[in-house]
């Protein structure tokens, strides 16, 4: 079961990461973001990841899509709240 607590937990914190990956230019601050969200979705409820995650097991951990990925388990979690 998905709580809402867990909903809003990662929302806030895929929100703030995303809000400074966007506007980022620096590639080992991005880098570090990367790495912090690859670290939280493996410690995070599996049924709320793969509910964001369309069934993709390398969604937030593939570097080529991380910028869309992002976004799209922002708006993704949104959705729920």
């Known amino acids: 079961m998905i709580t809402?607590?867990?909903?809003?937990?990662?929302?806030?914190f895929l929100h703030q990461k995303r809000n400074v990956y966007i506007h980022?230019?620096?590639?080992w601050q991005m880098d570090d973001i990367?790495?912090?969200i690859g670290s939280y979705v493996d410690d995070m409820s599996q049924e709320l990841y793969e509910?964001?995650?369309?069934?993709?097991?390398?969604f937030l951990r593939d570097h080529k899509r991380f910028g869309e990925d992002i976004t799209l388990a922002?708006?993704?979690l949104e959705k729920k709240l």
Do not use: F
Request: aromatic share 4%.
């Open 74 to 76: 922002v708006e993704r």
């Open 34 to 36: 990367e790495l912090a």
């Open 4 to 12: 809402k607590d867990s909903i809003e937990t990662a929302y806030s």
């Open 51 to 58: 509910a964001i995650s369309d069934g993709r097991a390398d």
């Open 24 to 27: 980022s230019t620096l590639d």
